[in-house]
């Protein structure tokens, strides 16, 4: 593993392992979205630390949950609704656009990599998303804005209106089952790939962070860009720690780069 502190030479390092890779999957985490203003789960002082999720159980159980885990819901959407996507997100989708990122697998929920302008069929949401509902019964889509004024005329949400069943937002919460669609397609990206960069992601939150290391094992190369350091670093052929755009190349393609990566 070789780590990077210099900011000029992590630009051209990230640059080099983008021109020497044909088949690259991006791999975001939190940091991304932070950048755009988005709060996370860990900081200090963070508003999800107020409007606490509520565990799945619970919200499947309990109509007096689901009203409070409505109320926090929209308590949250009124904090980053606004917000758009960052510079990270403008660059990953230059990479999409540009056909070497042939995947982005996300732990995100914020909807800000389609709002960037990358096709649906190219991003995994590991972590579901929180733009639209579900019902917990039939599958059908449900929109945010119809569950909001129905539940702020009667103050609790309403039910299915196809089959009667339990509406909830489209993410996995605590004690939920990892989507099994979304992460047999991560598996099949990683699996194909032949370089993983890892954006803004602590790399903590299993199965999902396991996930890059299925591609280093397939024979990929990896690339970890994050402020802290993370458990897959041993496994990462160079890791750049710092503010993400800083550190990012500013277009694709990236043909005036040397294509060499310099290695220990």
Same mark, same amino acid.
């Given at each position: 593993? !070789?780590?990077? +502190? /210099?900011? *000029? #030479? ?12 044909? &088949? ?102 590991? !972590?579901?998303? +929180? /733009?639209? *509902? #579900? ?12 569950? &909001? ?39 099949d990206a990683m699996t194909c790939a032949d370089g993983v960069i890892v954006l803004g992601s602590s790399l903590v939150v299993r199965p999902a962070a ?14 970890i860009v994050n402020r802290e350091k993370t458990p897959l670093d041993s496994a990462a052929e160079c890791v750049i720690r710092g ?22």
């Amino acid at each position: 593993m !070789h780590e990077q +502190g /210099s900011l *000029a #030479r992590a630009r051209d390092v990230i640059a080099a392992f983008i021109r020497s890779c044909d &088949r690259i999957v991006i791999f975001t985490g939190a940091g991304i979205s932070t950048e755009a203003g988005v709060p996370d789960f860990r900081t200090p002082g963070s508003p999800w630390l107020v409007h606490k999720p509520i565990p799945f159980q619970d919200y499947i159980a309990s109509e007096e949950a689901r009203i409070e885990a409505w109320r926090r819901k929209f308590a949250m959407d009124d904090i980053y609704r606004h917000l758009g996507p960052g510079t990270t997100h403008q660059f990953i989708a230059a990479g999409v656009a540009s056909g070497q990122v042939s995947a982005v697998v996300t732990q995100n929920i914020d909807n800000l990599h389609q709002r960037s302008g990358i096709p649906e069929d190219r991003i995994i949401e590991l !972590h579901g998303n +929180g /733009s639209y *509902a #579900r019902c917990m019964s039939c599958e059908g889509r449900h929109e945010i804005e119809t569950i &909001r004024a129905h539940f702020e005329h009667h103050g609790y949400p309403p039910a299915c209106d196809a089959c009667g069943g339990i509406v909830k937002s489209a993410t996995i919460s605590f004690g939920q089952k990892m989507p099994t669609d979304a992460l047999r397609r991560a598996r099949d990206a990683m699996t194909c790939a032949d370089g993983v960069i890892v954006l803004g992601s602590s790399l903590v939150v299993r199965p999902a962070a396991d996930l890059p290391i299925m591609a280093v094992e397939a024979g990929a190369r990896l690339l970890i860009v994050n402020r802290e350091k993370t458990p897959l670093d041993s496994a990462a052929e160079c890791v750049i720690r710092g503010d993400l755009p800083a550190t990012l190349p500013e277009f694709w393609p990236l043909t005036d780069m040397d294509a060499s990566v310099t290695g220990p």
